[in-house]
């Protein structure tokens, strides 16, 4: 039973001390303690008090497993993305995060931009013959143009899209577990979204989730995961 850890979770990404969780139940900091520690658990009306508060079931709150407080992650943080234009290439196959992102990256040699800042998202349209049979997948990698920038003879559409406020954590030392870390940053952030009152945006004008890799001064390679909100 993972309840003590998931309230632990709950509570630190609605921002809450102890004492404020105590305030809110009528009950005693020593009280939250021991739910947190796993020593005992609350009463059925209790629980159903705190799955209110948090906007998630029982069953979530009792058996789920919300490990999003792992080192790899750092805080989550809401951001302003200023205006930027984008050139973008879809892949479906097996291994689609390598073949779009080498494809743009050729763009970007093409284009010889030294530093270029690259995002991706997963591309849902895939067939359910594709998924099952073939074990393929979809992804779509995107090229970040500066306001002038001509692409020159290369086939592909410039789209651009206005400032846009998104929800946003990195990730660290990923190497190995992409299909774990990943999905659970996103789990993440639409837990502290729903437990915060935060809404998801969604439209052709903009780009509802992305992700970015970068390296920090430090030499470490950092991904960060947004996702648009209203």
Same mark, same amino acid.
């Given at each position: 039973?993972?309840?003590? @850890?998931?309230?632990?979770?709950?509570? @630190?990404?609605?921002?809450?001390?102890?004492?404020?969780?105590?305030?809110?139940?009528?009950?005693?900091?020593?009280?939250?303690?021991?739910?947190?520690?796993?020593?005992?658990?609350?009463? !059925?009306?209790?629980?159903?008090?705190?799955?209110?508060?948090?906007?998630?079931?029982?069953?979530?709150?009792?058996?789920?497993?919300?490990?999003?407080?792992?080192?790899?992650?750092?805080?989550?943080?809401?951001?302003?993305?200023?205006?930027?234009?984008?050139?973008?290439?879809?892949?479906?196959?097996?291994?689609?995060?390598?073949?779009?992102?080498?494809?743009?990256?050729?763009?970007?040699?093409?284009? @010889?931009?030294?530093?270029?800042?690259?995002?991706?998202?997963?591309?849902?349209?895939?067939?359910?013959?594709?998924?099952?049979?073939?074990?393929?997948?979809?992804?779509?990698?995107?090229?970040?143009?500066?306001?002038?920038?001509?692409?020159?003879?290369?086939?592909?559409?410039? !789209?651009?899209?206005?400032?846009?406020?998104?929800?946003?954590?990195?990730?660290?030392?990923?190497?190995?577990?992409?299909?774990?870390?990943?999905?659970?940053?996103?789990?993440?952030?639409?837990?502290?979204?729903?437990?915060?009152? !935060?809404?998801?945006?969604?439209?052709?004008? !903009?780009?509802?989730?992305?992700?970015?890799?970068?390296?920090?001064?430090?030499?470490?390679?950092?991904?960060?995961?947004?996702?648009?909100?209203?």
């Amino acid at each position: 039973m993972n309840f003590g @850890k998931n309230l632990q979770i709950l509570r @630190k990404m609605k921002n809450m001390t102890q004492e404020e969780l105590a305030d809110k139940m009528k009950i005693s900091r020593q009280t939250v303690s021991k739910w947190e520690l796993g020593a005992v658990l609350p009463e !059925i009306e209790k629980l159903v008090e705190l799955c209110d508060m948090f906007h998630c079931s029982v069953d979530q709150l009792l058996r789920g497993t919300m490990d999003y407080s792992s080192e790899v992650y750092s805080n989550i943080r809401i951001v302003t993305v200023a205006p930027f234009r984008y050139i973008s290439h879809t892949v479906i196959s097996r291994e689609p995060e390598r073949d779009a992102i080498s494809h743009v990256k050729g763009w970007a040699e093409h284009l @010889k931009i030294e530093n270029p800042y690259m995002i991706g998202w997963d591309f849902p349209q895939v067939s359910q013959e594709q998924r099952s049979v073939f074990h393929m997948r979809g992804y779509a990698a995107a090229l970040v143009l500066d306001a002038e920038q001509d692409i020159g003879d290369i086939d592909a559409e410039i !789209i651009s899209q206005d400032r846009q406020k998104y929800i946003t954590i990195t990730l660290e030392e990923r190497a190995g577990r992409e299909f774990e870390i990943i999905p659970n940053a996103y789990k993440a952030l639409l837990t502290y979204m729903s437990i915060n009152g !935060i809404k998801e945006k969604f439209g052709p004008e !903009i780009i509802s989730c992305y992700e970015h890799e970068y390296f920090d001064p430090r030499g470490r390679e950092l991904m960060d995961v947004f996702i648009a909100i209203e």
